[in-house]
């Protein structure tokens, strides 16, 4: 399609500006700009322009999303209205306390929610992504235990099957990073486990559902081996819609969790935002929390509190306030029987998806939570197909391609697909997937070209992903 910038015709307007009726103002010459260049498009060109890329960008409302480990499901739209309501969307940060009353009721509700739905006795809704709630966490824990004079505590241990950003945010949050392997159950190897741990163990960060959408079945067992060794225990709860109102993660001994909003709780999210990672903590880490957090006074009113030994702020002002309003109203629109029933859809539409293609596409064999991984491994061997082969062809089926080559964990699985179908989509969605998948599967055997040349039908086939993500060319260079 044509660029915005290649439809400008010298002169064209999209509006009519009516005659001024008050006097000029000039502004001093050196503050004017010597040029400025804007494409000139009639109202209609512009309208057509924007629908023609809106139409070649693929959303949840386009079609099935099954992007694992990132949660693309349907979120209803009336959350989208409750945020967007004037008295939510025209506050600003600024205001006195007592003219937002509402907004900090509705924080303080929120966190009181999700420490409900996690087990936790202090939260904060501050951090604006899941890696963000991460770091915010494992500065928690640092200060823990620098308040206890513990300062030989440098290393997180961090799984083999935990999402990438835990051992990126170690880094960031100053710590070392120490790699625990996985047992032929693809859970926590124990005996590495307790090899590892020791007195300068800080934390382990457990993705629980784990990248390979398994559930880590000696939880217990882990948690007492880090926590008898001085440890904490960190929880990636990103995905929490695999176990939210199930099980709780305070109760399995966690003492640190973040959450993603916009992951679980009904934000559509995508191209880098908009995001919320509360984190949630026990009760001895709660003085650590940033500031400020919102607390009820003994007249009843909403204020701004800060902890009394705060790690600091974390985000400008409060967070991501129209996420928060967004995840108010799904969690209270659910209720705790609606959240838990979402839960077990989440898991009932993963693992029928999983038991319709297992025969042809091999997976874990064992229940998996909100995801599954399948490896394409020996389609490649018998046929040259890849995962990213696969992933393409979908493309033109109208399915957005699942997650590839996540998890990677060389010599174990190296060509895989994760699929997540999420709990939104209904029966009818999730057989013509597996229709998609099991026809693809046979044409590899047939035509391995024409998979390997997916898509066919968009307008770009296959750039070069490395170059659009490292050099993107996001600006205009022609003339017009
Ligand atoms: C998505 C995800 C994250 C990171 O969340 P962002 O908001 O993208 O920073 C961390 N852990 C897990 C398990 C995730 O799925």
Do not use: W
């Amino acid at each position: 399609m044509k660029l915005i910038f290649e439809r400008s015709r010298k002169g064209v307007r999209c509006a009519t500006i009516r005659p001024l009726e008050v006097s000029t103002y000039s502004v001093e010459k050196k503050y004017l700009r010597k040029e400025l260049s804007l494409p000139e498009v009639a109202e209609v060109d512009l309208a057509r322009h924007y629908t023609e890329l809106s139409r070649n960008a693929f959303g949840v409302d386009s079609g099935f999303y099954p992007l694992g480990s990132c949660t693309m499901k349907y979120n209803p739209k009336i959350n989208e209205e409750l945020a967007s309501l004037p008295g939510f969307s025209k506050v600003h940060p600024r205001q006195e306390v007592d003219t937002v009353q509402g907004s900090l009721h509705l924080m303080a509700d929120l966190s009181a929610d999700l420490m409900e739905l996690t087990g936790m006795d202090g939260m904060t809704l501050q951090p604006c992504a899941g890696a963000h709630g991460e770091f915010t966490g494992l500065l928690l824990i640092a200060a823990y235990h620098e308040s206890r004079k513990d300062t030989k505590r440098t290393k997180i241990l961090v799984p083999d099957t935990a999402h990438g950003t835990n051992p990126a945010s170690a880094v960031m949050a100053g710590f070392e990073v120490v790699n625990i392997p996985s047992n032929a159950e693809k859970g926590v190897d124990l005996d590495a486990l307790r090899a590892a741990v020791g007195p300068d163990t800080a934390a382990l960060m457990l993705t629980n559902p784990t990248t390979l959408g398994l559930f880590e079945k000696n939880i217990e067992e882990i948690s007492k081996i880090v926590h008898d060794a001085g440890g904490l225990l960190y929880y990636d709860g990103a995905n929490l819609n695999a176990i939210m109102g199930v099980v709780r993660p305070g109760d399995m001994g966690f003492d640190v969790i973040h959450l993603n909003l916009h992951k679980t709780f009904s934000t559509p999210h995508g191209g880098g935002g908009p995001g919320s990672g509360p984190v949630g903590c026990k009760a001895m880490l709660a003085e650590f929390l940033p500031k400020p957090s919102v607390v009820k006074n003994k007249k009843g009113n909403y204020e701004f509190s800060c902890p009394k030994r705060s790690i600091g702020k974390v985000s400008t002002f409060y967070g991501n306030f129209a996420v928060m309003v967004k995840a108010f109203a799904y969690v209270r629109t659910l209720g705790s029987d609606g959240i838990k029933e979402a839960a077990e859809h989440a898991v009932l539409n993963a693992n029928y998806m999983k038991a319709k293609l297992e025969d042809i596409y091999p997976t874990e064999n064992r229940y998996c939570m909100h995801e599954f991984v399948v490896d394409i491994q020996k389609l490649k061997d018998q046929t040259g197909v890849s995962a990213k082969d696969i992933a393409k062809a979908m493309i033109d089926k109208g399915i957005h391609p699942p997650t590839m080559y996540f998890p990677h964990i060389p010599g174990v699985i190296d060509e895989s697909l994760m699929i997540e179908p999420t709990e939104t989509e209904n029966k009818e969605t999730l057989d013509e997937a597996i229709a998609v998948l099991r026809e693809l599967y046979d044409l590899a055997f047939k035509d391995a070209k024409y998979l390997q040349e997916a898509p066919h039908n968009m307008a770009i086939s296959r750039p070069d992903e490395v170059a659009a993500a490292r050099k993107p060319i996001v600006r205009f260079e022609g003339e017009y």
